[in-house]
Structure formats: C-alpha cells, structure tokens
C-alpha cells in the first residue's frame, strides 16, 4: 500500500506491507525518514534530532541541516571546483540531490517514482520505492541530457541507529581499509589497516573505546560481492544493502559516537567512485563519466532478516 501522509508538518508518501513501513520526503530530496520492522518494533534509521525541516537550497551546506535518515550523495560528496568541459561547476557539499524538491512523483499502488532535472549540471534524475515481502527496493536512472560529458560519483548516504554492541558485515575477502577522515585514531587520510584487524582495532566493530569520537574509513579495493550490512545483536535484526558490485564497486563507513554534533550514528556508504570528492576520485583512476546520451542505471536492496537466518 501506498499513500500520502503528513510527517512533521511536511508531507510525505508511505509505503507499507505487513512486515515494513517507509515513509519518503519528496520535497526532501526524496529522503527516506523511516524504515520500520513491523516484527521486531524497531526503526533503523537515525532520527531527526529536532522537531521540524529546513528547506536547503542547491549549494547548501550539508552540516547547517538535518543529517538524518537515507539520502542519496549525487554527483560527489564533497564539495568543490569541478572541470565540466571548459567550465568550472561548484559540486554542492554532500551533492545536489539532497537539497533538490522533487515535486514530480507518480504514485502506484506498490511503487513511488520521484523524478529531478539538475539545475547545475545536464542530468535528469529518477528513483523509484517499491515494497515486497522481501524488503525495500530502489531502483535509480540517471541520464546525461547534455551534448558534454561530466565525472560524476553516486554514494549511498544512509545514517543508522546506532546500538551498543552492533557489528559490521562485508564480503569474506574484504582484506584492507583505508583512513578517509585525518585526525582520528585512524592517523592521516590514507594510511592503509589490514581487515578486520589491526592491532586492538575491529573494523567490523561500531563501539568505540573512546568516545565521543567521529571515523570514516573505505575498503581500499574493488569488492567482489555486491552486499554490506549492519548486525544488531540486541535486537536479533540484520540489516542488509543489496547491490551490483560492478555498478558500485566501492563501499565505506562512517560513524560518529558523540563526536559531531553530539550524534550517534553510522552509516555504510556503497559507492561508484573512490572515494568522496571528484578530485580525489580522478587523482585515484575511480572517478566515472557520464558521457552525453548515457544512462546509469543501478538498483538497491534493503534486506531485514533475523540474525539466524542471515550468517
């Protein structure tokens, strides 16, 4: 089912069956603020802190609003001066999809497809939600209108409730991370781990024996399997992203345990560029194009299972 509320004030559409209810801000980026499991009671994103929403506006900064819930990072995270052709295009902090309002959406009666054309660049933008017993599936189109190409990354931008004594899942042959965020314990941006472990440090752990702390690392290599995911012991619940690792061959992690803004958080971040910004991206020889005429066309997964029934 499928259908329209009001959510602090803004309105929203929900989609529900009998196992998940989601509900998605159009206006909003298309923001998803919820993703509840009916069978174990519990919401999996993070929460916005505060009782209302501020409208952004393209360019905004992304830390001046409410960093909550699963937004979707286009065409880079961080923000800069970027080539397009013979021209210098600022790249929005966090993308430009998070501020954008789509007010083009078409509701069926088991899917909502939100829809954008770019104001800074030549790209129309598309997402559809669907529902089925298995999960949430998103399914993305995005198409270079223009007569130029432009380097793009897309990054899975989906902070998670934090709990004590919750654990990370990668793809068995996940074997190094690298440090993407300087001035943690992690050392400098780039220093490289061995996964999982590197000396007292489990990267598959979200605790940390020092907060309050902030963190973000990458699997430094392509992966070889298309998943990553979250598993809360306390609530015996798994959470997992499902994807095509060729479409998204990347993923990294962020977490912050007090450390910004007072939050506690985490978030896994699949990706098709390494890692964040364009100019980090092409010095690293992973920075796609989205050359005239082109589509790029991927879809995602939100799997829930029982502990049990997942490892």
Known sequence: MVRE??????????LENTSLRVVCLPEFGGKLVAVYDKQRQKEFLFQNPKSSFRHADVGS???????CGFDDGFPSLDAGLVLVGEALVPYPDHGEIWSASFLSHSIAQDAVTLSYTSRILPYHYQKTYSL???????EYRIINNGQISFPCIWTLHCLLQYEEGMELIFPADTREVVNAMPGTRLGKQGDVFPFPLAGLIDFREVDSPDPPCMEKYYINHKMTEGFCGVLYRKSNAVLLFEYDETKLPYVGFWKTLGGYRGDFNCALEPSNGFFDSIERAQKNGACPELAPGEEFMFSIRMRVRQHEDTL
Request: proline share 0%.
């Open 61 to 67: 900064d992304f830390s001046d609003f409410e960093a």
């Open 132 to 138: 089925d017993q298995d999960g949430l599936k998103i």
């Open 5 to 14: 509320e009001n959510y602090l004030n803004e309105r929203t559409v929900v």
